[in-house]
Every structure is written in structure tokens, then in C-alpha cells.
């Protein structure tokens, strides 16, 4: 018969793992320390400033992590369904009843207290996707279960959408890493980067330079997928040699096609006879190259609408600087420009602790919160920035690891998609202060000012502990409901 402690599973708490997170922690609240700091009331703590109520929300957030090591971690699973519906409606809620902070109506104002949903309703996704994958005839080769984990993902990030907060909702991208791990299609990754190429590629090539890019994509694909190369080149002749003759006979008509048109409509052409062969053949995987090639198409055509049409102007600009199409540094860049600049100065070693003057004297909006990481690079350097994200990446490597050895899908499900979670906000943000990644506002784990954004990452977190130390107890199997 097991002891209390033993049912509990304190004895295979992964401390090693929990020390790291709380050294993170430290180390995150160290900087909003600095990125606040006024030496005009150096000496004195005063817990309505930004550290001082950062460290209320991490008592609050220890506190939270106690109770979670203390819940039998089978209610887990049979809470996770109601979890995610009852965010969901507190979600669809904040529409309604929710304040407006920076353009998103995404914020719940609880008397002195103001939470944001969105953050909490990463838990619940995490934990709903963690059930549905793991009922026993789960699998992402099958249509029911692709639709699901689709409905999962998409109904949030909807919402998130219509309270116009971008950054939280591409956020529901980081799923893609626990997907992966539980066999998604390599296919899906393959159009995902595709689309990423021709969103980038609209902006830096002309259209018949893409479109002759995307022709010889495909027809390269279809070359591996197949191994005929004299078909591939036969394909190649045929949409050059028909291009040529429908351009040829549109400027004998006096007409005013381009090369451009003339070549899409060789392309379409071939896609039809393609299809033809394809069929006759019995060639079922040149099916799949035909739907991609035509939804590229597709894509490219609504690109410049949803630029244009969809996205608001500071998200237009901060594309634009981005690819290094404009530069406004007095304007748009001016966030970006001033935290590659307090980077930069850090040098190697930094300046030291509270000595960061890009810091000091506020060059940097937002410096406590999206652009946390600037106060590392200035003050720590790049050493010190280096060691910062390593911690980052043992912490997700660990997270990775509950997952792998978990004896339960359950389990392994829920670990890789809070690893995917962390891995998805550290890169973003890191990214985005250095110019790598547009900036969409979420914030640096553990590192960024904002009590729901803690309280959410350490839920996240002491739930995978919770589940992984009860990895070796073979009597504790979830079985659907």
C-alpha cells in the first residue's frame, strides 16, 4: 500500500526542472527591476510599481503551483473538456464586456485586477488537445481527427482575432511541434513553409519571377516524388513553348497581355493535361502536387487583399520594415531600432546591473514588458544574453524529455504542447527585438511584466510536472469517457 507521499508522487518530482523555472523567474524579475528602475527612488520598494506587483503575482503564481502539485493528476484529464469550454465562453465574453488596451479588446477588469483570457485559454487548448489526442482511436492520418484538432486550435484563435490581438492568436501556431511529434503529415510543414515563401516572395519578387519560381518548385517536386526526369522537362518545354506562342499572338492582335498572363495561362493548361495523365496513369501523388500548385496560385492572387484589406497599418509598416522595404525609424521602426541599439551596446560582458542608459532614460516603449529582452542585452551583454536563452532552451529540452518518457498519450501530448509553447514565445520575442520577426506583442516567459501572462506559463508548466511524476505509476491509466 502506497504512502501519501508516495500517491502524491513528491518523490518523483522533477526538481532539477522546477529549480530552472524558478531561476527564471528570478532572473526575469531582475530585469523588470532594471527596466524600471528610477534612481531618484533608489533604496525604496514600492509594491504599486511594475516589480513590486510583479512580485505579488509571483506569490500568487507559487501559491497556484502548490495547489497543482496537490491535485490527483487524473483530474486533469476529466477536467479538461470543461476547462476549455468554460475559457471559451469567458472568452467569447470579453467581446462584450472586456477593455480595450492598445488597440485589443482582449482584457477582463476584475476590481484592481485586469487579466487577459487569452492567456489562460493556452492552458485549456493545451489540456483539451492532450485528451482528444489521447482517445484510443485518435490518429492524424484520419479525417476525425485532423477536424478536431482543427476545431481545437481555430475556435480561440477566432475569437482572439475578432478582439484584434494577432499576437496571442498566431500564438496557437506552437501546437505545430506537438503535432509533429504525434505523426501530423510532413506534407502539412511542407505547405506551411510554402505559404511563409510566397507571403515573403510577393513583397520582394514580381509576379512572373515568382510564378517561374513556383513552376520550377513543383516541377522539382514532381521530379523526387516520381524519379522521371524526361517527363519533368517535357512539362518545363510544353508551359515555355505555349507562354511564348500565347504572348506571340497577343501582340500579333494588338492585345495587352503581359508575360505574365500569357504564362499563367501555359501553367493552367498544364495543370489540366497534368491531370489528365494523372489519371490515366493512375499517378495519384501528382494529384497532390496539382492541388498545392493551384492553391499557391490561389494565395498569391489574395496576398495583396489581405494586406491591403485585412491587416491594419502599423501591422502593414512593421512587415514592410521588416523585409527592409521601408525604413522609418522616427516612426514605425522606431521600437525595433532602439532595441537593436540597446542590444548592441551591451557589447560583450554589458554594461551591469541598473546601468543600461537605453534602459534608464526610456528610449524603449514597452521595455518591461515586449522588449524585456533589451534590458538583457544591455546590461548582460551577449554573454549574458546567451546564457539567458540557454536556460530557455534546457527548460523546453526538459519539457521535451517529460514527454518522451511518459508511458501515457495523455501525458506526452500535454508536456510537448507546453515545450511548443514556450519554444513559440521565446523565439518570437527574442526575435522580434533584434529584427528577425515582426513585431506582434507577446510576451518573453517568465521574463515579461504581466501577472496573467505568469500565472498562465506557471500553470502551464506545474501541470507537465504534475503529470510527469506520476509517470512511473502503473496504476494511474486514463481511460476515455
Not at 113 to 124: G, I, L, R
Not at 439 to 453: A, D, N, Q, R
Request: proline fraction near 3%; hydrophobic fraction near 55%; include cysteine.
Amino acid at each position: 500500500m502506497r504512502s501519501a507521499n508516495d500517491k502524491l508522487g513528491w518523490a518523483r518530482i522533477d526538481w532539477k526542472t522546477i529549480l530552472l523555472f524558478v531561476l527564471l523567474v528570478f532572473i526575469g524579475w531582475l530585469n523588470i527591476y532594471a527596466a524600471v528602475y528610477n534612481e531618484a527612488t533608489a533604496g525604496s520598494f514600492e509594491l504599486s510599481s511594475k516589480y513590486g506587483m510583479q512580485l505579488i503575482w509571483i506569490g500568487i503564481s507559487t501559491i497556484a503551483a502548490i495547489v497543482i502539485l496537490l491535485i490527483d493528476d487524473i483530474y486533469y484529464h476529466q477536467l479538461a473538456y470543461p476547462a476549455y469550454a468554460l475559457m471559451f465562453i469567458v472568452l467569447v465574453m470579453t467581446l462584450f464586456i472586456g477593455k480595450e488596451v492598445n488597440g485589443a479588446k482582449s482584457w477582463l477588469v476584475l476590481g484592481p485586477v485586469s487579466v487577459q483570457p487569452a492567456e489562460f485559454m493556452k492552458v485549456a487548448t493545451a489540456l483539451a488537445l492532450a485528451r482528444f489526442a489521447s482517445e484510443y482511436d485518435f490518429s492524424l492520418s484520419k479525417i476525425k481527427g485532423l477536424v478536431g484538432v482543427g476545431l481545437i486550435l481555430l475556435l480561440p484563435m477566432a475569437v482572439i482575432l475578432i478582439q484584434n490581438d494577432m499576437g496571442s492568436a498566431l500564438v496557437y501556431c506552437s501546437f505545430f511541434l506537438m503535432l509533429f511529434r504525434e505523426g501530423l503529415n510532413p506534407w502539412v510543414y511542407y505547405a506551411i513553409f510554402l505559404v511563409v515563401g510566397l507571403f515573403v516572395g510577393s513583397f520582394l519578387l514580381s509576379p512572373t519571377s515568382l510564378l517561374i519560381l513556383l513552376i520550377l518548385l513543383f516541377v522539382v517536386s514532381q521530379l523526387l516524388g516520381n524519379h522521371n526526369p524526361k517527363e519533368s522537362a517535357i512539362y518545363l518545354a510544353s508551359v515555355g513553348f505555349l507562354s511564348m506562342f500565347i504572348y506571340g499572338v497577343s501582340w500579333l492582335a494588338g492585345g495587352a497581355m503581359d508575360y505574365y498572363g500569357a504564362l499563367l495561362i501555359a501553367s493552367l493548361v498544364m495543370v489540366v493535361v497534368a491531370l489528365v495523365y494523372a489519371y490515366r496513369r493512375k499517378l495519384s501523388n501528382i494529384y497532390l502536387f496539382v492541388i498545392m500548385f493551384v492553391c499557391s496560385l490561389l494565395f498569391l492572387g489574395a496576398v495583396d487583399y489581405v494586406f491591403n484589406e485585412v491587416l491594419q497599418i502599423h501591422q502593414q509598416k512593421r512587415i514592410l520594415d521588416l523585409l527592409g522595404l521601408e525604413s522609418d525609424l522616427k516612426g514605425w521602426g522606431y521600437n525595433v531600432h532602439q532595441s537593436k541599439i540597446a542590444i548592441g551596446s551591451g557589447g560583450l560582458f554589458g554594461k551591469g546591473f541598473l546601468d543600461g542608459t537605453q534602459t534608464k532614460y526610456d528610449f524603449i516603449p514597452e521595455q518591461s514588458t515586449d522588449f524585456i529582452f533589451c534590458t538583457v542585452g544591455e546590461e548582460w551583454g551577449f554573454v549574458g544574453s546567451v546564457v539567458v536563452l540557454a536556460l530557455f532552451a534546457l527548460l523546453i529540452v526538459r519539457l521535451m524529455k517529460m514527454g518522451e518518457r511518459q508511458q501515457e498519450p495523455f501525458r506526452r501530448v500535454y508536456c510537448y504542447g507546453v515545450a511548443g509553447i514556450f519554444l513559440f514565445h521565446t523565439i518570437i520575442n527574442v526575435g522580434m527585438t533584434i529584427g528577425l520577426m515582426p513585431v506582434i506583442g507577446i510576451p518573453l516567459p517568465m521574463f515579461s511584466y504581466g501577472g496573467s501572462s505568469l500565472l498562465a506559463f506557471t500553470i502551464l508548466f506545474f501541470i507537465a510536472v504534475r503529470l510527469d511524476s506520476q509517470n512511473s505509476s502503473i496504476d494511474t491509466v486514463y481511460k476515455p469517457y
